[in-house]
């Protein structure tokens, strides 16, 4: 009877610290940073690692004040770095519910703030895990968000462009 006892209560701790873990809760302020991914996973491929030995990577930049930057960044040929701009625009993360870019808000766990400093999503078909940059410095973040900046040229400058380089 004793070790039916101590099983019970054994087991009791080890659920009740589960539940701990599942219910501790990162403020969603901490979303706010720069951000790189550490690895990407398409359903039913192998897992990306993204990086220094890949040579490639995201980046996601969250403002204080709801802006949002994505680009692509690369190690080419020749050992220069490669910024292709994704999108820029404004995102939105309130009691965990995010959206970016003016879509619909995805569910709850498709986006989830895992501590401080890192994050899981998931998109369409694709698994990821992202890092918080917490050292990466404010002049190097800059640069990349405003690249996204202009990746969205001015009609005028779109019209310029089909007539003098595609017709």
């Known amino acids: 009877m004793r070790r039916v006892k101590l099983f019970l209560m054994a087991a009791t701790m080890v659920w009740a610290v589960q539940l701990n873990a599942q219910t501790t809760r990162v403020d969603d302020k901490e979303l706010i940073g720069a951000w790189t991914l ?10 990306i690692v993204c990086g220094k030995d890949s040579k490639y990577t995201q980046f996601k930049y969250y403002g204080p004040d709801g802006e949002y930057a994505c680009a ?3 190690l080419n040929k020749e050992g220069k770095c490669v910024v292709m701009p994704h999108e820029y625009g404004k995102y939105t993360f309130k009691d965990g519910v995010y959206s970016e870019m003016g879509r ?3 569910k709850p ?17 694709r698994t990821d895990s992202w890092k918080k940059q917490t050292t990466m410095p404010d002049k190097l973040v ?26």
């Open 142 to 167: 800059k640069y990349i968000v405003n690249c996204c900046k202009v990746k969205d040229m001015p009609a005028d400058i779109q019209q310029l462009m089909k007539q003098f380089m595609f017709e």
């Open 104 to 106: 619909p808000a995805v």
């Open 72 to 74: 692509e960044i690369a």
């Open 38 to 47: 550490e690895w990407m996973q398409f359903d039913g491929e192998k897992k």
């Open 109 to 125: 766990t498709d986006m989830v703030l895992v501590d401080k400093t890192h994050f899981k999503g998931r998109w369409m078909n």
